[in-house]
């Protein structure tokens, strides 16, 4: 029964139009499966232009080790990367963007692409793992909704979590 496996992930980032909507501030991304983090990058390490006024960057990240729902043995699995999703992506997957300031900064857009394959396991209980992806990427959502992050609570919310 194959399952949905998460090899790399992409996201465009881009800030609003307006005025003081960039940030100086550090700013930090996870990547979670279900409440597990699986992967944190910092996007803006502070004070560069990646997320400056109507600024738009894009990252991506190749998962460099396995992260499996349910543990295999590991000398017949090599090769295989990536974030398994028994259940499928979709409410199992969450991105959470954090920043470290009150400079704040105002999100316009996040739009996240996944390239995606299926993990096979044998009839046995799971100890043969065979991955095929294609190399196919897919939109994984977009988040347009304007949405203000600063330490700050008078101006925002210092964390802001996208469900898949």
Not at 34 to 47: H, K, L, M
Not at 70 to 87: A, D, K, R, T, Y
Not at 93 to 111: N, T
Not at 127 to 134: A, E, K, M, R, T
């Amino acid at each position: 029964m194959p399952t949905t496996m998460l090899a790399a992930i992409a996201w465009s980032i881009n800030t609003r139009d307006e005025q003081s909507a960039g940030t100086d501030d550090k700013v930090t991304c996870e990547v979670l499966r279900d409440n597990t983090v699986v992967a944190r990058f910092e996007i803006e390490p502070g004070n560069t232009a990646a997320l400056d006024r109507d600024a738009g960057d894009v990252w991506r990240y190749d998962f460099k080790r396995m992260h499996l729902a349910s543990p295999v043995n590991p000398s017949l699995s090599q090769g295989v990367v990536g974030v398994e999703f028994p259940q499928g992506i979709p409410g199992h997957l969450k991105m959470r963007l954090r920043i470290a300031g009150e400079d704040r900064w105002i999100k316009d857009s996040v739009v996240v692409y996944g390239r995606v394959g299926e993990l096979y396991r044998d009839e046995e209980g799971g100890s043969l793992l065979v991955f095929n992806d294609g190399d196919q990427w897919i939109d994984l959502g977009t988040f347009s909704k304007r949405k203000v992050l600063s330490t700050d609570p008078r101006e925002g919310s210092a964390t802001l979590t996208l469900l898949f």
